[in-house]
C-alpha cells in the first residue's frame, strides 16, 4: 500500500454567501507527498473528509468524499460541505469541541481539532446587537422601569385637556424681599458642616485670641507685604524679612538642563537626567532610570523575543536548539495532569513534567539542564510562548524552518502540543515523538 505525507494542511473560511445568508463551507487546502518526501503531482485521489464531536475517537456528525486530482505542486484544494450540504449544515458547532479526520485514498492521515468555530457558522445560532450608534444613543438606557412610569403618567390622562396647571409665576412679594429668598444649597451645605462641630459654647473652640509670641515679633520682619513675595533671611538683621525687589530665584548647586528631584521624606535629591532610551522606574521607592529593552536584542544569554510594557521584563530565547530529536518524555502512557497543561506558563509545566514519578529524561530536562550564558533557570516553552518566538523567528539565530517543535504544554496521557515552524501551526502528536527543542527564559 503507498503511504502519504500531509505536508500542508490549511483551513480558512470561503464566504460563499448569498444575500447577507451564512457560509455553508469552509476550505480545507494540503500539499501531498509520498513516504519518500516527493510532491505527488497531477494524480488523480479521493479525499475523504470526516467531523468529530468531542473527542479525537468521538462521534462523526459529518462525512464526505472529494474526487480531485493534485496541482503540479501537489497541492489539493476542496470546499468541506459543497457536497453533502445538508449533513454539513445540520452541525451544531456550539456543542464542540471538533475534530478533522483526514483519508487520502484508504490512507488515515491524522486528526485534528479545529481550535475554533467560525463565526459565520455559529451566527446562525448567536446574533449580536453590535450597533455603536444605538448603544451611544440615549435610547439604549431606557428599561422596564422607564416604561412603566410613562404608562402610568398616560393613565393620568390628557395633560393639555385633565385641568392640570400648564404654567405657573411666583409673585409672592414678601418671599422675595426677605433675606430667605437668596438662600441656597450652598449655604445649607455650610450650615449643615457647622453643626457637625457642635455647640460652639460647650465644645471648647477659641472665642478670642491675642498675638503674644516674643519669638515671632524678634525674628520676622514682615512690612507691607504683597502677593507672590517670598521671605530671605538676612544674616545683618539676624531676621527672616521680605523680599521686596521684585522676584527671586532658589539655586540648588550643582544642577544641569533636563535634571528632576524628589522627595525621599527628609530632603529634596536631584535626578541627573537620562539619555535616550532610557525609562524612569521606581526601584527600591528611588526613581531611577533604566534601558529599555527591545525584540531581538542580544540579552541575558540569548536573543529577546518578548518586552513587556515597561521595557524591563520579557522573555529570552537560546542562540541555538538544544536537541535535534528527542521524545518529549520516557514516560508516555501515564498523564501529569493540570500542572503541565499550561498554555502560557512553560516554567511550571517543565518542573512537573521533571518531577513525575518515573522520569528519566525529556525534551523539558534538556532544556533545563542548559546553562547558557551562565544562567541556570531555562526551561521548555508552552503553546504560547513558543507561538511568540515563530512570531519573532527571524530575530532569533538558526531556526529549522521546516521542523517541528516540541512545546513543554500536555494534551492527555499519551499527547503532548507542538509548532510546526513552516507554516506555523499547532497540533498534538504522540509523546515518543522526536522533535527539535529551543529553550527560552525570562527576565
Known amino acids: 500500500m503507498r503511504k502519504y505525507i500531509l505536508l500542508i494542511a490549511l483551513l480558512s473560511i470561503n464566504a460563499m454567501s448569498l444575500f447577507a445568508q451564512s457560509p455553508k463551507m469552509f476550505k480545507y487546502q494540503a500539499v501531498l507527498r509520498d513516504a519518500t518526501g516527493e510532491i505527488i503531482a497531477l494524480t488523480p485521489k479521493a479525499i475523504n473528509v470526516i467531523i468529530l464531536q468531542g473527542s479525537p475517537a468521538g462521534t462523526s456528525v459529518f462525512s464526505e468524499t472529494h474526487n480531485i486530482t493534485t496541482t503540479a505542486q501537489g497541492l489539493i484544494t476542496i470546499n468541506v460541505g459543497s457536497i453533502d450540504t445538508t449533513a454539513f ?210 540579552y541575558g544569554g540569548g536573543t529577546i523575543f518578548y518586552v513587556d510594557a515597561t521595557g524591563q521584563h520579557g522573555l529570552i530565547a537560546a542562540p541555538n536548539d538544544q536537541s535535534s530529536g528527542i521524545a518529549w518524555s520516557n514516560i508516555t502512557n501515564v498523564a501529569i495532569g493540570a500542572s503541565a497543561s499550561s498554555h502560557i506558563d512553560g516554567l511550571t509545566n517543565t518542573n512537573a513534567i521533571v518531577a513525575q514519578p518515573g522520569h528519566t529524561s525529556s525534551a523539558a530536562l534538556t532544556c533545563k539542564n542548559y546553562s547558557g550564558g551562565g544562567y541556570n533557570d531555562w526551561y521548555l516553552p508552552a503553546t504560547t510562548e513558543l507561538t511568540m518566538m515563530y512570531t519573532h523567528w527571524y530575530v532569533i539565530n538558526y531556526f529549522t524552518k521546516t521542523a517541528f517543535y516540541w512545546t513543554s504544554t500536555e494534551y492527555d496521557f499519551s499527547t503532548s502540543w507542538y509548532h510546526y515552524f513552516f507554516t506555523g501551526a499547532e497540533s498534538y502528536s504522540a509523546k515518543t515523538n522526536s522533535y527539535r527543542v529551543r529553550a527560552i527564559r525570562r527576565f
Open 89 to 298: 449544515a445540520a452541525i451544531n458547532w456550539e456543542n464542540g469541541p471538533f475534530f478533522i479526520k483526514i483519508k487520502v485514498d484508504t490512507a488515515t492521515m491524522g486528526t485534528s481539532q479545529l481550535l475554533s468555530v467560525p463565526y459565520a457558522l455559529q451566527s446562525k445560532t448567536v446574533e449580536n446587537e453590535t450597533d455603536p450608534v444605538f448603544n451611544a444613543h440615549v435610547a439604549h438606557s431606557i428599561n422596564s422601569i422607564d416604561t412603566n412610569k410613562w404608562n402610568t403618567a398616560y393613565e393620568w390622562g390628557n395633560h393639555d385637556t385633565a385641568g392640570y396647571l400648564k404654567s405657573y409665576t411666583e409673585t409672592d412679594p414678601i418671599f422675595n424681599a426677605h433675606i430667605a429668598h437668596s438662600i441656597n444649597s450652598t449655604d445649607t451645605n455650610k450650615w449643615n458642616t457647622t453643626y457637625k462641630w457642635g455647640n460652639h459654647d460647650t465644645a471648647g473652640y477659641l472665642k478670642s485670641f491675642t498675638e503674644s509670641d516674643p519669638l515671632f515679633d524678634s525674628t520676622f520682619n514682615i512690612i507691607n507685604p504683597v502677593k507672590n513675595q517670598i521671605l530671605k533671611y538676612d544674616s545683618a538683621s539676624g531676621k527672616w524679612i521680605n523680599v521686596t525687589s521684585g522676584t527671586a530665584n532658589i539655586s540648588i548647586p550643582g544642577q544641569t538642563a533636563g535634571d528632576m528631584m524628589y522627595y525621599d521624606g527628609a530632603n529634596w535629591v536631584r535626578i541627573p537626567k537620562g539619555t535616550e532610551g532610557q525609562v524612569l522606574i521606581m526601584q527600591s521607592n528611588v526613581p531611577t532610570w533604566k534601558t529599555r529593552h527591545y525584540i531581538g536584542e542580544s
